[in-house]
């Protein structure tokens, strides 16, 4: 008996070590960690349970029924982070460069089933240099499976990806389909065609990390959420965010204990609004102040950073947020901010995250740039999301809510719950000025400067909007924790339903 068990750690410890110490060695070299060491930091301490360990492709060509790893270059199971059950797969670079053959897709395929069965997220830790070349078509298959199963659970369990090596080719398809991704700095890329190709096909010479590194990716393209500067960091970063998620859209948000009291009064809000209205403010300062212990989880911070989406807590409870920021364009709405804020809100909307919405916004930007962009369709997204989303909805304007912008923005009309206003709140077709100069054409600039008065201050305040039920009630600034909070607990059974359809047809 002794000697079948030695056989079974013998044959696990050969597991463990994938393509051998030389292989771990370079993949240390290149300051990353390997697919197992990756799962040790993601994970609870002793909690992973893996399956499959001994599974090997089913190649013969070019060699490969010489090459059996076990393991097949990706290591799956589930474990728990914080107590809470996640289903992972890590590819595993030192075995064929984590590249994807049926059996490995096979691999990630059961525990993605798994989790849709239980209803728990899935983390993929993506490192592969994409299909396995010696199988062809059977790795092409392979990544189909789980394209099909990205898209199934989809709005159904949260699903978080990780770039911490290369993702080339249709391989990016798949975290392109999940609903977050974070990628690590200088040590991972992501592209449908490579440096090369690009050279054949544009002439245009780039680097790898160029095209698709983590900072052109959480800045230009907007593709990846968040970069860090090593694997220990995205690692660590992506337990604190599963924090935030759900398990499902069954489970309702998670829950935390707080010490930070609900009905907490922040004076210094009071005075955040400058005098000037052209005068920018840090929308974060009102986050801060507002969510448990100041605890903001931002996602894409580099990317349009015009408008702000992340998760923070109330009473314990996730929140998704979304705020215009005044420091970036004016808190301007862009094809890019538009996209991001659709998107995110659409998330909130599929696992019942409740969503707080802060509105300082002077409009839609104009320009050739942004109209043959698509600004119509592309800004339609997110009065789209926000429109259909049957989650709670709390709005707060700070200051600015001009013309189609104010609609947009999770207004009373797209079935806000609970539509609050700063007094120093100014919601009006647009700013006075250029109000002004519309409707008074052709006066002289005292006349203007009078009716810009006027036009001030008939709409440059709550209270019309407030006289019409568009605001529910004009708030003290100091009180916007303590509103939100009581607001947040009166939601807490809210019950809508959108009328029966396959599904919608939302402007992509
Ligand atoms: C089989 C692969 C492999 C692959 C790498 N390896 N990619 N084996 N299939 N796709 C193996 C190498 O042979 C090598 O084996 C080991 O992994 C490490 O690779 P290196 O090249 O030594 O590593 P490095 O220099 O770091 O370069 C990494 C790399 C490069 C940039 C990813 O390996 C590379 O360009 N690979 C091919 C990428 C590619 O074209 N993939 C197909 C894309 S198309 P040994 O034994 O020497 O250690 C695609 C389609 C998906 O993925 C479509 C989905 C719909």
């Not at 440096?195 to 010479?205: I, R």
């Not at 220990?232 to 337990?239: F, M, P, S």
Request: glycine fraction near 10%.
């Amino acid at each position: 008996m002794q000697t079948i068990l030695d056989d079974l750690e013998r044959r696990r410890a050969a597991a463990r070590l994938g393509g051998g110490q030389k292989r771990i060695d370079a993949q240390h070299a290149k300051g990353r960690l390997t697919a197992r060491e990756r799962l040790d930091v993601l994970l609870d301490e002793g909690s992973f349970e893996e399956l499959d360990m001994f599974v090997e492709h089913n190649c013969t060509d070019f060699g490969m029924d010489a090459q059996h790893i076990p393991g097949d270059g990706v290591v799956t199971g589930s474990g728990t982070i914080n107590g809470r059950l996640v289903f992972v797969f890590s590819q595993d670079f030192t075995v064929f460069g984590g590249s994807l053959s049926e059996r490995h897709a096979q691999k990630i395929c059961k525990i993605m089933d798994m989790a849709l069965k239980v209803g728990a997220p899935v983390i993929g830790l993506n490192d592969s240099g994409g299909a396995r070349i010696q199988e062809g078509v059977a790795s092409l298959g392979g990544y189909a499976e789980v394209f099909q199963r990205n898209v199934l659970a989809s709005g159904v369990v949260p699903q978080l990806s990780l770039i911490m090596g290369p993702c080339a080719g249709g391989a990016v398809y798949s975290p392109a389909m999940t609903d977050f991704i974070f990628m690590v700095k200088d040590s991972s890329y992501m592209f449908v065609t490579g440096p090369d190709v690009v050279k054949t096909v544009t002439n245009e010479v780039v680097t790898q990390e160029e095209l698709g590194g983590a900072v052109t990716h959480t800045t230009r393209s907007g593709v990846a959420d968040v970069a860090f500067d090593n694997d220990i960091e995205a690692l660590l970063a992506a337990r604190d965010f599963f924090d935030f998620l759900p398990l499902s859209n069954q489970t309702g948000v998670p829950v935390r204990p707080t010490e930070d009291a609900w009905d907490r009064i922040e004076p210094s809000l009071d005075t955040l609004i400058p005098d000037s209205a052209a005068k920018p403010y840090d929308m974060h300062e009102l986050i801060a102040k507002v969510v448990d212990e100041g605890d903001f989880f931002e996602t894409q911070p580099g990317h349009a950073a015009n408008i702000i989406t992340g998760f923070g807590r109330i009473e314990g409870r996730t929140v998704g947020i979304v705020a215009n920021q005044p420091l970036v364009l004016a808190g301007v709405l862009d094809i890019n901010s538009a996209r991001k804020a659709g998107r995110f809100v659409r998330f909130c909307d599929a696992f019942e995250i409740p969503i707080v919405t802060f509105v300082d916004v002077p409009g839609f930007l104009p320009g050739t740039a942004q109209e043959y962009g698509g600004i119509i369709k592309h800004g339609a997204k997110l009065l789209f999301a926000y429109a259909e989303a049957t989650v709670p909805k709390i709005t707060v304007i700070t200051r600015k809510a001009y013309g189609g912008a104010y609609d947009v923005m999770a207004s009373k009309h797209l079935r806000g719950d609970f539509n609050y206003a700063w007094p120093t709140a100014e919601i009006a077709v647009m700013g006075a000025k250029g109000a002004v100069e519309i409707i008074f054409r052709g006066k002289t600039p005292e006349e203007i400067a009078e009716r810009t008065a006027e036009y001030e201050a008939r709409f440059a305040n709550p209270f019309v909007a407030a006289s019409k039920g568009f605001i529910d009630e004009v708030i003290m600034p100091h009180s916007t924790r303590r509103r939100i909070a009581l607001a947040l607990r009166k939601l807490r059974n809210k019950h809508l339903e959108n009328p029966w359809k396959k599904h919608d047809n939302i402007p992509l």
